[in-house]
């Protein structure tokens, strides 16, 4: 049996060990890291004995679409999480964090960093998100954001 409940992650209407399974899916990188203890305390609250938290986020630290040393997407990559806000090591740091909040104990976690570009793929959507903050810094002219846009679509 599986259900899915959309909530805020301080306040979870469940009652203490209610749930096997907490499932995070690029949802921590859209929480303030000063509010990701009591999101922690809250999913440990809920979690039955032996339950689990999965997450599932992005390692930016990790991510690349660079194709060379000097590949312009790089640089646009690189600018990003920073414009953004993110915190380009929050699943690297995710283990210590989780044991801090009191979490008995952390599996290893697989860092997947291939950046796919198809135009199907979320890749390609962060891809074009990079661009469109990078040509709104102003750091590069109209005629360079576009021209980006148009070498992610080839």
Same mark, same amino acid.
């Given at each position: 049996n599986i259900e899915y409940r959309v909530c805020g992650g301080t306040e979870i209407?469940? $009652? +203490? $060990?209610s749930f096997d399974c907490v499932v995070l899916w690029t949802t921590l990188s859209h929480i303030p890291r000063a509010d990701h203890g009591a999101v922690f305390a809250e999913i440990a609250r809920c979690l039955a004995e032996g339950g689990r938290l999965v997450v599932f986020d992005n390692d930016l630290a990790g991510c690349s679409m660079a194709s060379g040393q000097? !590949? #312009? /997407?790089? @640089? @646009? #990559? +690189?600018? /990003?999480?920073?414009?953004? $806000?993110? !915190?380009n090591y929050l699943m690297r740091n995710l283990p210590p964090a989780l044991l801090q909040a009191g979490f008995a104990r952390t599996d290893l976690l697989h #860092?997947? &960093? @291939? @950046? $796919? &570009? !198809?135009?199907?793929?979320?890749? /390609?959507?962060v891809g074009m998100r990079a661009v469109e903050i990078y040509g709104n810094s102003g750091i590069v002219s109209p005629a360079l954001t576009q021209a980006l846009r148009d070498e992610l679509t080839l």
């Open positions: 209407p469940a $009652g +203490d $060990g000097f !590949d #312009l /997407f790089k @640089v @646009v #990559l +690189d600018h /990003f999480p920073q414009a953004w $806000g993110a !915190d #860092l997947h &960093t @291939v @950046v $796919g &570009t !198809d135009q199907r793929s979320y890749g /390609f959507k």
